[in-house]
């Protein structure tokens, strides 16, 4: 996990204590001032509590009828909220989650990050990634019909059965991370054959099942960010550079300024590459396209056999002449 993302977030579970223990003392002084008889009831199972605390401190074990005088004094408190008109649990703590008591932590001695905990942290991250809080675009959705069936001009094999070789080696490479036979990824092919669904589906994966550390960003922001960083020194640069997993989709749209956006990326991509971080692309280029515009030192790092996977998408545009559904 992030430890800046996570420290927010126990931040704003320690504001949540905070505001439903305040609730909670107004609810037990509301209750003092009007409804004395209840009051005197919490008094006395508060006073058994502290008695039984101290016997305990004591070494005496002598506790008999405590269970049973516990349950009656809740009981009568609980059954005279009711009929003053409030709900039974009124003077029960407050807690968002049951299970850790909105601490995010259970577990004892360990600490482990509770569910609810582990939830906030992704919903947060998906936004902080770029996916937003939507999880349409998951392996779980994917939609092989949505690709002909016709067999590829002068392949022997149609455009679904490609997505589905495709599709099954993006997830199985989000589920083996970071122990992948390929470091990087280059998806190269023409608008509309499901890039960008690929790099939603493994970000998704990789956050849920691992809590990887990836950030997903357009051409166009990852080269404002370089250039930010590069000119005006602000906040962001140091994320791209040493995410664990970068994605960069519709690479070759950004505008290209001479001599800064060519040697901004293929510092980035070698900075990853020195500390053995992965970098997966996706570009509406072919790949002569790619390598002239980007030049051979950063083709040859991205389309490296040994380390890098390059995945050529054919096919209709699904948006416009893929298969419809009835």
């Not at 990050?113 to 779980?140: M, N, V």
């Not at 280029?285 to 030049?295: D, G, H, I, V």
Request: hydrophobic content about 35%; some cysteine.
């Amino acid at each position: 996990m992030r430890e800046d993302l996570l420290k927010q977030i126990e931040d704003e579970f320690a504001q949540i204590r905070a505001r439903n223990e305040k609730t909670e003392l107004d609810r037990k002084e509301e209750i003092r001032r009007e409804q004395p008889e209840i009051h005197t009831l919490v008094q006395e199972r508060e006073s058994l509590v502290f008695d039984t605390l101290r016997n305990i401190a004591n070494g005496s074990s002598r506790f008999t009828g405590l269970p049973e005088r516990m349950a009656d004094l809740s009981s009568s408190i609980r059954r005279k909220l009711s009929e003053k008109g409030y709900p039974e649990n009124y003077l029960e703590p407050i807690y968002r989650c049951p299970i850790c008591q909105d601490l995010g932590r259970t577990g004892e001695p360990v600490r482990e990050p509770c569910i609810c905990l582990k939830r906030e942290y992704r919903r947060k991250f998906r936004t902080l990634t770029g996916l937003g809080t939507s999880q349409a675009e998951t392996f779980e959705a994917f939609d092989p019909q949505v690709f002909s069936n016709e067999k590829l001009s002068g392949k022997s094999y149609s455009q679904r059965e490609q997505m589905l070789v495709i599709r099954d080696f993006c997830a199985d490479w989000a589920n083996r991370f970071p122990e992948t036979a390929y470091r990087d990824i280059l998806l190269s092919g023409a608008s509309g054959l499901g890039k960008t669904y690929l790099l939603h589906a493994m970000a998704e994966r990789l956050i849920e099942q691992q809590g990887t550390d990836v950030i997903i960003l357009s051409a166009y922001r990852l080269i404002e960010i370089l250039r930010n960083g590069y000119f005006n020194h602000e906040d962001g640069i140091s994320d791209v550079f040493g995410a664990a997993v970068l994605m960069v989709d519709d690479l070759g749209s950004e505008p290209l300024m001479q001599n800064i956006t060519v040697e901004q990326l293929y510092n980035l991509v070698n900075e990853r590459q020195i500390h053995g971080l992965s970098t997966i692309v996706s570009t509406n280029l072919n790949l002569t396209e790619f390598r002239n515009r980007y030049t051979e030192r950063i083709a040859s790092r991205m389309m490296d056999r040994r380390t890098s996977k390059v995945i050529v998408l054919e096919g209709r545009d699904i948006r416009t002449g893929g298969v419809r559904k009835e």
